[in-house]
């Protein structure tokens, strides 16, 4: 059986809503080094740097 502290970090990493990796991924970036350095830490954190550019559809064009 997990124990406490693991099901709170499961349940931690389930709450964050988009906007809130979203941000968290902008303030990674903006405080690593370097490239890898950023992917690192993201990735640490369970994060992506593809989270602050969603998909959005494009126009209709009419």
């Known amino acids: 059986m997990p124990t406490k502290e693991v099901l709170d970090y499961q349940l931690t ?8 990796r979203r941000r968290a991924v902008v303030a990674v970036a903006s405080l690593a080094r370097d490239a890898d350095d950023c992917a690192e830490l993201l990735d640490m954190l369970g994060l992506s740097a593809a989270e602050p550019f969603p998909n959005v559809p494009a126009p209709r064009m009419q």
């Open 13 to 20: 990493a389930v709450d964050l809503s988009a906007d809130q």
